[in-house]
Every structure is written in C-alpha cells, then in structure tokens.
C-alpha cells in the first residue's frame, strides 16, 4: 500500500480483474475475436430499448422507490411464477442496479470480519472478491472434472464449513464451468446449510441456458425454488443482464424472505439509493415480451456450444467436456499455464479468450470461452484457435 | 433481529430513511405539495435525455469501462478545469452509480470496523448510515445555528477526534443546513485532518449554488480545490443529480489521488459494475452543454429562497435565517418535536416537509424545505403553511 495514501485492507485486497487484465494485453488488436467476457454480441432488442425511450420522453427522470417501480415487482414475481411456479408477494423482491450489486447486497446482509462464505470453485470471481470487501472470508470448495463435465464434490463442501462459515454462495449453472446442479445436489446443499444453520446466496442466473436435457425441469435447470420452503435462509440474485441481452443496462433483483425487505431497502438507499425509473421501464418490457427473444438466445448458444465443443474436441490432450448449462466453454489442458495460453490466442490466433485462473487457483490450466455469439464468428475463431492450441498442447508441458 | 433471518448487525442496524417515513404519511393525499425530497420539479432537460436515447438507438448496450467512457472522464475534468481551476489527469476520476455510491466507495476507502468519521451535524443521513453499514462509527460534530446561519465549531470538530478517527466527511454547501465552509473554514479543517493524519470526503455537489456572494468564488461555494496540494489526501464525491435535474439517472463521480484508480475500479466492479453507456452519453451532454439550464436552475433557487424565507420570516417563533448555500430551507422551532410539526403540516396544510430529526438528533426540532421548485407552488405552500406553523408555535412549548 501507498503510504501516503492508507486506505483499508479490505479494500487494497480487492483483486484486479484476471480477465480485464487480458482484455487490455489483447486491446486494438484489429480483427480480434472477443470471446473473454461474460456477454453475448446481440444489442438489446428493440422492444426494450424503446421502453426506456418512452419513458425519457415522458419525463420519468426523477428519484423512485427504492426498492423499485411496483409494476416492475409483480412482472418479476409473474415471471417467476411462470417459470418457477411460484412468484410471491412482491415484498419478496427488490431491484438493485444488476446482478452484482445483488451479490453485494446479499453477502453485506450475512458475511463480515471473522465469517466465512464457502464458494464451489473455479467461480465467478466478483463474489469471492464481493465477500473480501465486506472483511469476510471467501473459502474455495474445489468442484471436480470428470469426463462428463464439472461435479460437485459434497465432501470437500462440507469439509469446508468451519463455525465461522455463514454462507454458501452457490452459482447454477455455474460461470465459468458449466456446471449444473441436479435436484439431489440442491436438497443436499439445502440440508447442509440447515444443518449448520447457514444461509444460501442462490445465483441462478443462467438458468435459462441448460443444454443437457436430462437434468432439466421445465426446459430449465433445477432450482432452489423446487425444492425450499416458503421462506427458507436463501437470497436469490438474478438479473435480467444474459436473458435478454442488458448486460450495460445494470438491472437486476434480489429475492429474500419478506421479513428483510425493509432491511434490504435501507442497503440500496446507502449503496446506490434505487434504479433509474427508465431502466426499470425496458426490465418491464424485457420480462412481459420477452420470451421469444430468450428462446432465440438460448438457441443460439446451443448452436455455440455445439460449434465450439465439436472443434474443441480435436485437440488432443485437451479436457474439454461439453457444459450442462450456461454459455461457457471452459476446458483444461492439465500441467499448462492458462494464462500464457491465453496470451498466445491473442498473439497467434488474434481470438481473446479468458485465463482460467482468473476464476480461482483450481482453474490455473484452464480457458474460458463464451460461445453466445454469432455462428460465423465461432466457426472463424475455432479455425484460428484450434491449430495454435493444437501445437500448444503438443509440446513439452 | 428476527432470529429465524440472523444478519450482520451492520446491515441490521441501517436505519430506515425519516424522509421516507414522512412521505408515506402523507402518500396519496390529493393536491399535497410534495417539498420533503432533496429534488427540483423540472424534467432532465431534452438535450440531455435525447443523448441517452441517441445512445441506446446506436445499441451501446453493452459492458463497458469500470471506471467510466474515457470521454466522460475527460468531460469531467474539463469541467473542473472551468469551475474549479484545476481538472488534472482523468486518472483521478471514476464515474459512480450516482453521488451515494461515490460516498460509498470514499467510505470502504477509508474506514471499516473499530475506524470513526466525523461529520459536522445536522447532516444529510445517508453518509452517517453508509459509515454504519461498513461497520464504523459515525461521529456528529455539531454545527452551531446563529442568526445569521449555521455556522462551523471548529472547537466541537477537534474535540470529537479521538485515535480511532479516520476522515472527516465534509458536506459543503450543507443538505440541509445551507451551512457553506468559508476558504478559512476549509484551511482550518485541511489542516485538523493533517494533524491527524485524516482523510478528507468531500461532497460540495451543492457547490454551484451560493446565494450569500461574500463568500463566492466566480460565483460558487469555496471548495477543498481552492486549498488542497495537488493529490492532497482528500476524496471528493460529486454527482450530475442537482445541477442536471437528473436525479434519477443515477450517475455521479468520485475524484481521488490517482495512485488509487485501480483500487476504486476494483471497488466498483466488486459493487455496481459499471454505469450504463448511455447514461454515461446524457452525462457528457450535461457537462458539455449544460451551463445554461444550471444557470436556470441557480436563479429558480434564488428566487424559491426568496418566496420561502420572505414567508418563514413573519413566523414568530422560527429561527429562519436564510441559508448560505444549497437549496433547502433547514429551521427551528426551539423545543417542538420536527416530526410532530411534519405531520401537522400533512394534515392541516397539506404540504410536505422533512423532519429535522432524520439528519440528526441536533435537528429534532427542526424542518427542512426543498425550494428548489416552481415558484408559484411555493407561494401556494407557503401560504398553507405559514398559519400552520404559526398556529402551533403559538400554543404551549
């Protein structure tokens, strides 16, 4: 730390971005094909965007409730009746300024100096570093790659739990690794969090993206939802970010029992103090219009997937099983740096892809690559990138 | 604390807004003169909307910069430049989800549990609430009511440093005092909290809008840039809220040394992510073009100041000076409940104020009124409530 500049150790800890960390080695490079970040290359639709429109143009400019428009509350309490089958009082639900600041909200509520928030890793790695500003502990609780993709490993979960634990932070299916859990992996985490009376922050975000049919409840990956009580020790995230296309819009919601709604109000008066009325207005449309763009998404990330994994599947000496869920390739090529794979891509294949220790130790010979893009782009970067990785993995390790 | 949801007590103990409070009083009453909020009446203007609309017709919908559009940040600092005679690198500058996000990050920055902050008291409530949140204790340091103003004890401030003291949060022209540091005010806080070895939070988002010329420079509040060495250990806040009418946007800024940009990035991708581009597009338009609807915007509140107080001063009773700064009307009625009154006021005049207590237990018997408003609204409120008030100051203390 700059001495002459103390500031807390919460927050000098706070990790640089293992992912923007490439983003700026591989930036302006003509010709790059991103693949890196956790977003599709479809601008929001119409539809949407001409909902904020409306609203600007109406005057809507002004401070709103903060825990969001009633009208957003009961189209996010629909949908989750529709998809989820159940909805709930809209006292369940409040809108934050997208999925991070949900995770913020949710790991404030339960997480602080001496506690303890296990993670499945490899993982997302804005909760881990979420946990770390509030002073509190993130613990990694390896997931294992089998050749039918990611698993849970409920024994090194529950090892994991020490009486400073407070929270699971569980991500399903999972960013980076695809990683979907069933229903028995669910109840079995539910159990373990009663059993030493832990909360669950649930991100479910990608539950829309589910690509291995067996595990699927209503085309969707399994949830909490199907299996708490009324009421349970869990906080959702979610986000309307990857369902339809808002990742720059920042618009999301945290889903708690009721008896906290007034607590988590006060958080986002303190944190961000409520979401533009406009913004709110395109989540309105998003949600009530919206399902036949998701289905569009969903279908072209399984052509993505299917495009990525069938050249992937080439490389010899490459763990590259195709994930359960979510929009992500995220492959091992075991005893390699990830990262200086990584920078070779963008050198000699100019196709960005993320190092897979940015999502945790566990993931250090790993790359991500997201496959919600267009089809003809995949094709190009798969051509440029297999032979490279090819001769990559060919060599000494 | 519901023992069935256990919580961080940090989190537990946010306090709900008294603004809020009062507003749901008075929710859904016909005709009410709404002046509690700390907001004008007037739409965001179309040059700044239409900016946004521009944006979001172009598809820039998409993630961007943590730290802001590199065009935004240059806007800002050319700003600076123009009011504040120094804009310096745009390193020193990071965009935020609105002003209470920038004080957000300044007070991660600075303080966490066992840390104190000082904060000259009445105050607007959300700073002490976010020192609270990350587990550090706010400390009031009264302002004195004289009649001619709030004015800055010095003594009181020095007295409330104790070894555990971090920073000062300085609020400048002060919601809801109207208190403004004199340039000899300032120098003697710059030099306490060097004493010390204290951060300075310096929000003067009320800064453009002076109304006692004796103490202006080019016309605004004396601000810590007129003062400060250059990366002086001082984080200013800012936001487009006030000057802008833009409220609702949710934008604003956080200018620190620029050995802490990466650590502020950090910060903001672990809270918030980002602000929308186009967002970010309606704010350059503001910065860029906005002088003349700021200067609109000053002269309404000049004249709203004249049409309140010319009224508050024909109550006997009321100690009205007329504030120095911002735009609110903060008064006394020694030894009335502040609530009490606000609801009174409610009922009988159909006009909404705040009660003086949600910004501290110094302002209990105190009311705050935003005048920055039309002014033929005003008239009418102040006429509604000068009876009011002076029928319940008349009665027995």
Not at 26 to 54: H, S
Not at 238 to 249: E, H, I, V
């Amino acid at each position: 730390m700059d001495i002459a500049y103390p500031i807390r150790p919460e927050a000098a800890a706070a990790p640089e971005s293992g992912i923007v960390t490439l983003m700026e080695y591989g930036r302006g490079r003509e010709g790059l094909i991103p693949l890196w970040v956790g977003e599709g290359d479809l601008a929001t639709p119409a539809f949407i965007t001409e909902a904020a429109t409306r609203s600007l143009a109406a005057g809507e400019t002004f401070y709103t409730h903060q825990r969001g428009l009633p009208d957003l509350r009961e189209a996010i309490s629909a949908y989750m009746a529709r998809h989820y089958g159940r909805g709930g009082p809209i006292e369940r639900y409040t809108v934050t300024i997208g999925g991070m600041h949900a995770i913020q909200l949710a790991i404030r509520l339960v997480a602080g100096p001496g506690d303890a928030v296990i993670v499945p890793s490899p993982a997302w790695p804005n909760g881990p570093a979420a946990i770390g500003v509030v002073g509190a502990q993130a613990v990694e609780a390896p997931l294992c790659l089998s050749e039918s993709g990611w698993q849970l490993d409920l024994a090194r979960l529950a090892e994991a739990v020490t009486p400073h634990t407070r929270a699971l932070l569980v991500n399903t299916p999972a960013n980076p690794t695809g990683w979907t859990a069933s229903l028995d992996d669910l109840r079995a985490m539910r159990d373990l969090a009663r059993k030493h009376d832990l909360w669950i922050i649930a991100d479910e975000i990608y539950g829309r993206f589910l690509h291995d049919a067996s595990l699927g409840i209503d085309a969707r990956a399994p949830s909490f939802h199907d299996i708490a009580e009324d009421d349970e020790k869990i906080l959702y995230v979610q986000t309307l970010s990857k369902n339809w296309a808002m990742t720059g819009w920042r618009i999301g919601w945290i889903e708690a029992p009721a008896a906290l709604a007034q607590t988590i109000e006060n958080l986002v008066q303190y944190s961000t103090s409520g979401v533009p009325v406009f913004v709110q207005r395109a989540a309105i449309a998003a949600l009530n219009q919206g399902e036949g763009f998701v289905a569009h998404q969903i279908e072209r990330a399984r052509r993505g997937r299917r495009i990525v994994h069938d050249a992937l599947a080439r490389i010899p000496g490459l763990e590259a099983p195709p994930p359960a869920g979510a929009f992500y390739a995220y492959v091992r090529a075991p005893g390699r740096d990830g990262e200086a794979l990584a920078r070779a891509l963008v050198d000699e294949a100019n196709v960005g892809l993320a190092p897979g220790g940015a999502f945790g130790a566990a993931g250090a010979d790993c790359l991500r690559l997201c496959f919600a893009r267009n089809p003809a782009h995949l094709e190009t970067a798969m051509a440029r990138l297999v032979p490279v990785l090819e001769k990559a993995l060919a060599g000494p390790v």
